[in-house]
């Protein structure tokens, strides 16, 4: 029989054997799968279980917020505000920073989390999932403050989402490629079923929401246009469309078999960079992506690199197979 490692000895060999993340860093990592699991089983009872539609409230970005938004919020905060790993965290969901409460041990971690992405299809029972990001407090500041969250994707020292599918499949990387685990619901683990994910260079699969495309800048357009020409237009070769409208899911298919993934910047709220947050969805997917070999860009520049202003900071977002990622670049910077 073939040995299974679970996600318990994966940490520990990779804090023994690789020496890449401190014991802190594994067991807060422990924490931030139990609370996935517990989320899982809240999106499993559906509506059996009191979790579906809107709580009637509005997050700060002005988003109605639904009833499993706030539940999953509460269990990540919950689950992680005892451990003593942590110095604060921020959420999607909250208006600022949650400092850990003074009755507990503070860490030195910071941690980031979309509790519920794809909040529109938390109703129609279509795969929805959480997104974490964590990065080292600063040194030397004895409080917390918002400043010190706003650090470049490149010093994330953990990052993945769990995505909550027909399988619960928790997606990592620590810096050491990407990791996949799925959640056995018998033993109450998350078993290693993939590791070392590589994303193809090359790809005939896209996915945008094309009913913004009249609200999209010329060198989006140009590329969409050109993909649609398939075989017979400059590209050569046809190609096939998905858009799930959850993060998650398109980049776990991405991470599964390729694609490109887009959410760029549109004319319908000019003023905004873009749809998706910066620190709670685009940094922590494009590193993943990156640990697998593929590229994410703003469309001009690479996301990891950027300078975070604020925390819900918002990113237009070119992901996936490097070299379709590069062509978008490409067309945005007049190549
Ligand atoms: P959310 O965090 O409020 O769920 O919003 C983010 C989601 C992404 O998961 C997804 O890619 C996108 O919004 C879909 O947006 P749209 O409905 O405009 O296609
Ligand atoms: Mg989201």
Not at 175 to 191: H, I, K, N, P, Y
């Amino acid at each position: 029989m073939t040995q299974r490692i679970s996600l318990t000895r994966y940490l520990v060999e990779q804090q023994r054997l690789e020496g890449h993340i401190p014991p802190e860093l594994r067991l807060l990592i422990e924490v931030v799968a139990r609370a996935c699991k517990r989320i899982s089983q809240a999106v499993n009872k559906g509506a059996l279980g009191d979790v579906m539609g809107s709580a009637e409230s509005e997050n700060v970005q002005g988003e109605i917020q639904k009833k499993l938004d706030i539940i999953a919020n509460e269990v990540l905060i919950e689950a992680n505000e005892w451990g003593g790993h942590l110095a604060a965290m921020a959420s999607e969901e909250m208006d600022s920073i949650y400092a850990v409460p003074n009755r507990y041990p503070q860490g030195e971690y910071l941690l980031m989390f979309d509790p519920l992405d794809g909040s529109s299809n938390i109703d129609v029972n279509v795969s929805i999932g959480t997104i974490f990001s964590v990065l080292k407090k600063p040194e030397g500041a004895q409080s917390v403050e918002e400043s010190d969250f706003l650090q470049p994707g490149t010093s994330q020292v953990a990052a993945g989402y769990c995505v909550y599918g027909p399988q619960t499949t928790l997606v990592l990387t620590v810096g050491d490629g990407v990791a996949m685990f799925t959640l056995d619901r018998e033993q109450g683990s998350f078993v290693l079923t993939e590791e070392n994910v590589t994303i193809p260079e090359d790809t005939q699969e896209f996915a945008i929401n094309m009913s913004n495309m009249r609200h999209w800048d010329e060198p989006v357009k140009r590329y969409i246009d050109e993909c649609l020409q398939g075989k017979e237009g400059p590209r050569g070769k046809n190609f096939n469309m998905r858009w799930i409208a959850s993060m998650v899911a398109d980049v776990h298919r991405i991470l599964c078999r390729g694609g490109v993934f887009l959410y760029p910047w549109d004319k319908r709220e000019p003023e905004k960079a873009g749809k998706l947050r910066l620190m709670y969805e685009a940094n922590p997917m494009s590193w993943l992506i990156e640990q697998a070999g593929g590229a994410s860009t703003n469309g001009r520049q690479r996301i990891l690199d950027l300078q975070p202003t604020k925390l819900h900071e918002r990113v237009s977002v070119v992901l996936g197979s490097k070299n379709e990622v590069e062509r978008v670049t490409g067309y945005h910077c007049g190549l």
